[in-house]
T-cell receptor
Framework: GENVEQHPSTLSVQEGDSAVIKCTYSDSASNYFPWYKQELGKGPQLIIDIRSNVGEKKDQRIAVTLNKTAKHFSLHITETQPEDSAVYFCAASIASGTYKYIFGTGTRLKVLA | DAGVIQSPRHEVTEMGQEVTLRCKPISGHNSLFWYRQTMMRGLELLIYFNNNVPIDDSGMPEDRFSAKMPNASFSTLKIQPSEPRDSAVYFC?????????FGPGTRLTVT
């Protein structure tokens, strides 16, 4: 079945450093890849997304890259700040014509002040 | 916009009791999703609706779980009878297109 693998499961960085989270997906028909940030006690918040016709997208300190051939996509956070500490989830759409996602298992990011 | 609204935020109940979780999607959104989040299984899609019609309920764990969407602004997820293994955080999300927006969740504890 469809699967999304996410690494690492935990990541600690010093404030100001960059953080990279990587995901791989199995369904070659996936065409939409969102990233969510979940803070303690809250629901996942959409922070950036990318579609299969684009290789890279950037929004201020956050960027996402997509390699469709390798079925890899990554989240890059630059100049990390303590408020970036949270759990981050990647997801991939399942086939076309549906709105279902498969989520990765999450990465707990800690930004050390 | 108030975002997706869920109630209650916390629910503690005894095994065997009926539990009803409620969701109000973002106005104008035509798809609604119910998810369950646990440490062991992560985020699992239970069911989703499009234009108030259930499209895919393959994630509903068993017959004890049921979901309804009587109109575009309201949905319920019911568990009857509840069991301790149902303890989890249940999220509702809505979308107009690809982007799904999540509510704050309902933390359910079944003792």
């Amino acid at each position: 079945g469809e699967n999304v693998e996410q690494h690492p499961s935990t990541l600690s960085v010093q404030e100001g450093d960059s953080a990279v989270i990587k995901c791989t997906y199995s369904d070659s028909a996936s065409n939409y890849f969102p990233w969510y940030k979940q803070e303690l006690g809250k629901g996942p918040q959409l922070i950036i997304d990318i579609r299969s016709n684009v290789g890279e997208k950037k929004d201020q300190r956050i960027a996402v890259t997509l390699n469709k051939t390798a079925k890899h996509f990554s989240l890059h956070i630059t100049e990390t700040q303590p408020e970036d500490s949270a759990v981050y989830f990647c997801a991939a759409s399942i086939a076309s014509g549906t709105y279902k996602y498969i989520f990765g298992t999450g990465t707990r990011l800690k930004v050390l002040a | 916009d108030a975002g997706v609204i869920q109630s209650p935020r916390h629910e503690v109940t005894e095994m065997g009791q009926e539990v009803t979780l409620r969701c109000k999607p973002i106005s104008g959104h035509n798809s609604l999703f119910w998810y369950r989040q646990t440490m062991m299984r992560g985020l699992e899609l239970l069911i989703y609706f499009n234009n108030n019609v259930p499209i895919d309920d393959s994630g509903m764990p068993e017959d004890r779980f049921s979901a309804k969407m009587p109109n575009a602004s309201f949905s319920t997820l019911k568990i009857q009878p509840s069991e301790p293994r149902d303890s989890a955080v249940y999220f509702c999300a809505s979308s107009q297109d690809s982007e799904q927006y999540f509510g704050p969740g309902t933390r359910l504890t079944v003792t």
